[in-house]
Every structure is written in C-alpha cells, then in structure tokens.
C-alpha cells in the first residue's frame, strides 16, 4: 500500500544546493527509520545519511557538515538538504524508509531514484 516519491533532482554548479524530497503515500502509522544511498556510474551503491524517529541524523564523513536528512512527519515526508555541492556528489540519490503499516507491519520502501549533477 506503501509508494515512495522522489524529487528534487537537477543540475547545479559546485557550490551550490539542491533539496531531495521522499513523499510517502499510503496508509502510514509511523515512519521507522530513513536512510538515503547514492550510486555514481561504475559504483556501488553507498549509504550516506540515516535517521530515527526522535533521533539525529547520521553521516558518511564525505557528506557530514553538508547534508542534512530530516523527516516531516505531518506530510509524511523526506528530505534530503545538500550544500556546497561537489562534482563527487554527482549520482542517483535513493530514499530507503522503514514504515509501519497495519496491513503489512514495518517493511522497507525504496524510491525510484532522482539524478543530481553537479558540475565544475
């Protein structure tokens, strides 16, 4: 019943800052846990930011200081908030959240995916 949104993608030049959105559709009773992975061509897929109802946001160090994941739990939605945007941040960014339902108790959902480019 769960379907994961992104958007927010696009192109922007090094130094810039993009805002990636999860909207969750569904009937949801609680968002879990969010994670955001990215894959660049030729790369295996990395996780990059997590968080926890009522916790902090976590980072991989090459992120940390820059993005910020957050959840509005009113509009049942994601985000990811990226600043001073480098050409290595270019990828396809995914949104990965565990969400409780009555149907299904708490699984996994992905996204579909959204491209950042960033250029030099």
Partial sequence: QVQLVESGGGLVQAGGSLRLSCAASGRIFRINHLTWARQAPGKQR????TISQ???????DSVKGRFTISIDNANNTMYLQMRSLKPED???????ANIYTL?????DYWGQGTQVTVSS
Avoid at 54 to 60: L, Q
Avoid at 103 to 107: E, L, N, T
């Fill in 54 to 60: 009522g916790g902090v946001g976590n980072y991989v």
């Fill in 46 to 49: 990395e996780m990059i930011a």
């Fill in 103 to 107: 149907a299904d108790g708490s699984k």
């Fill in 90 to 96: 270019t990828a396809v960014y995914y949104c990965d």
